[in-house]
């Protein structure tokens, strides 16, 4: 994942002004997006703003090591907090505030979200807890360590959290002693994990579930700590499902899903679960994912549940069953889960063998069946043979539900993606032909990776006689239906050049074959609204999709090397295609044919080519309009010659040194990604 960019806004003032007004302030802000290098982002961010007023003697040498190491800490786990739990974009601000009579001057670091309804937790330890301290909010007991004052302030529309530390170095109570960052076990785990919040990967995610600030999401009441489950699930279903629907909504692939749904439900709602996953064709299904609260015996469950698959009937569908489990076994043969065994079983060192029993739901989208989600408790009576309170069995089913939606909308995208790859490869050529006496650059950027664009190129021999024919198109629109226009045109091209049409005669052609095809799906379309409105008074006056134009623009050319093999001789058509452009040697830029009307627009035109020669060092640039119409505000990439200017700056460079040099203009002229398919040619004569 590349770096976040960062903008910077910094007023500064003197320290004489810090010292004498409070309303006089240093401030450093930024923007940065929801993602996880958010938390890396500013904490670079927060240690460059402390720099910079440290060197204009803002902030006093002496302890600024400190204090920029304090405030890296609590921005990195609001920003974190943040992300985690809003989802969306924050902003981060650090300002210098100047002394008072009762406010001795001080650092702020507000770290603002957009998702105002979620509130950040800082619930106090649980006494009953087996180490004495809560397996969530550790960010903010961090925080509150090391601020001498904290708070949450809410706008419409807008969640701000604040906290502020004391540029004299005296923290808040903690900072140096045994519940601090330096001494306290607290802060010294939070602080251990701050710095890794990137992206967690599948094998990853079970670390930070356990260690960081994720597990605040995934598992905020751990089910060890709830006194009274009944009392649990009637306050704090609601909440768990939003939160899960929030998660897994987003999951475009079925294992993330999993690994999503283990930590939801461990040690939340049980001690251990397992997924197994239907293939889509038929094969045996797999266990995708095992999860349980103690790491060390999830590969031994694992081993024992492959062992053992459940076996649901046909016609079990979202509610809970029972179904027996061979739990697996330590080196001497006893059960090695916990020391009281599932559903009430004997555990290590009792008599019976190991074994139990687990509860089963079955995992749908629809009426399709995608899996089984398997889970268990121990020691808990009152319910279903696995230990699952009666109470607690509606929210699982309710949650299994989720899981299964999500894994059908996640299978669903991948066949979508596969289908565009493939359908992509089969659409463009695998590679271009190297003409004789030309360097060729070529770009292509699609706009929705993985996905058909409307932008097409290609670059082949043409039969006997030594022509090399070039083409670069655009069809309106994008998607499936510009695909199928890509899939007739650059065929067609390839016929009819072989065939030997000159260039003005293969447009022409291509023209009549667009309208025939066109007309032939109106036809067809016509046919079936009306052979539907025969058959029932209720289609009368009924919408259809009518058939779309295929209109296409397209820059088709032919290269000739000249006698001697020094150049070549082009001729070239431009129909409706932004024009191409000359560059000489000397740096004049100049259009290199006329614009003609679109293609598949009205069957009587005619097409004229023109013929130039290409000496060498002479470059040809192609593009479509994803490069002249690349947007900044209301202005666009080729207003006002723009693109020839960037062409005239390239003299003496390589074609592929020009591709690159234009790729790179095209990027830089907005701060957003090009919203439109980008692609260019560049022909170099040598």
């Known amino acids: 994942m590349g770096s976040v960019p960062i903008q910077q806004e910094t007023t500064h003032r003197s320290v004489h002004l810090l010292s004498q007004r409070g309303d006089a302030r240093a401030v450093a802000r930024t923007s940065l997006p929801g993602n996880p290098s958010a938390a890396s982002a500013a904490r670079r961010f927060v240690r460059g703003a402390l720099a910079d007023w440290t060197r204009l003697g803002m902030v006093a040498t002496r302890g600024a090591d400190r204090l920029a190491d304090d405030a890296v800490l609590v921005v990195s786990e609001l920003v974190t907090n943040a992300v985690v739990h809003a989802g969306t974009g924050v902003e981060v601000l650090v300002r210098l505030d100047g002394a008072g009579d009762d406010d001795p001057a001080s650092l702020a670091v507000e770290v603002s979200d957009h998702h105002p309804t979620r509130a950040v937790r800082a619930d106090a330890p649980d006494p009953g807890a087996a180490s004495g301290e809560p397996e969530y909010g550790r960010g903010l007991q961090l925080v509150a360590a090391l601020a001498r004052s904290w708070g949450i302030t809410y706008r419409p529309g807008l969640k701000t959290v604040w906290a502020r530390l004391a540029l004299d170095g005296g923290g808040a109570t903690g900072v140096n002693g045994g519940n601090g960052v330096n001494g306290g076990k607290g802060g010294a785990s939070r602080a251990g994990t701050a710095g890794a919040a990137g992206m967690p990967g599948m094998a990853g995610m079970a670390g930070m579930a356990q260690r960081g600030p994720l597990a605040e999401l995934l598992a905020p009441v751990p089910r060890r700590a709830v006194k009274d489950e009944r009392d649990w699930t009637g306050r704090g279903a609601l909440s768990f499902l939003a939160e899960a629907s929030d998660l897994l909504a987003g999951q475009l692939d079925e294992d993330m899903v999993t690994a999503l749904a283990g930590q939801l439900l461990v040690p939340r709602l049980a001690d251990w679960c397992a997924i197994w996953l239907d293939g889509e064709a038929g094969p045996a299904p797999r266990l995708a994912r095992v999860w349980h609260a103690d790491e060390s015996v999830t590969e031994s469950l694992r081993t024992a549940l492959l062992k053992n698959p459940p076996s649901l009937a046909d016609d079990v569908r979202g509610t809970a069953v029972t179904v027996p489990v061979a739990w697996p076994e330590t080196a ?65 089913e309710d949650f299994a539900r989720r899981v299964g939606l999500a894994i059908g909308a996640a299978r669903a995208y991948t066949r979508q993606a596969t289908i565009s790859r493939v359908l992509q490869r089969g659409l463009l050529p695998a ?86 095809e066109a007309t032939e799906a109106a036809e067809a379309a016509a046919l079936m609204v009306a052979g539907s409105a025969g058959e029932t008074a209720a289609y009368e006056g009924a919408a259809y999709d009518e058939p779309q134009p295929r209109f296409l623009s397209l820059l088709y050319g032919e290269l000739t090397p000249l006698p001697g093999g020094h150049g070549v001789r082009c001729t070239l058509a431009c129909a409706g295609h932004p024009l191409p452009l000359l560059l000489r040697p000397d740096g004049t830029v100049r259009p290199a044919a006329t614009s003609q009307l679109l293609l598949g627009v009205v069957d009587d035109a005619a097409y004229e080519s023109r013929t130039f020669e290409l000496e060498p060092g002479d470059t040809l640039l192609c593009v479509t309009d994803g490069v002249t119409e690349r947007r900044s505000g209301e202005r666009m990439f080729d207003d006002g010659d723009g693109l020839a200017r960037a062409f005239a700056e390239c003299v003496g460079l390589s074609a592929q040194g020009v591709a690159d040099r234009i790729r790179q203009a095209v990027h830089t002229f907005a701060d957003t990604p090009p919203g439109d398919d980008l692609a260019l040619l560049v022909l170099q004569a040598r």
């Open 332 to 396: 001497e043969g006893e059960a090695g889960l916990e020391e009281e065994g599932p559903g009430g079983e004997e555990g290590p060192g009792g008599e019976e063998a190991p074994g139990g029993s687990a509860v089963a739901f079955r995992l749908t989208a629809g009426a399709r069946r995608l899996g089984v989600l398997l889970l268990g408790r121990h020691g808990t009576s009152g319910g279903t043979g696995a230990g699952v309170p009666a109470e607690a069995v509606p929210l699982i």
């Open 431 to 516: 590679q271009v032909a190297q003409i004789p006496g030309v360097d060729s650059s070529l770009v292509y950027e699609p706009s929705d990776e993985g996905l058909a664009g409307g932008d097409f190129y290609d670059i082949f021999p043409a039969g006997s006689g030594g022509r090399w024919c070039f083409m670069l198109g655009d069809v309106q629109g994008s998607g499936p239906e510009a695909a199928v226009v890509t899939g007739l045109a650059r065929p067609w091209l390839r016929l009819l050049a072989r065939e030997g049409y000159q260039v003005g005669d293969v447009l022409d052609r291509l023209n009549g074959l667009l309208l025939d």
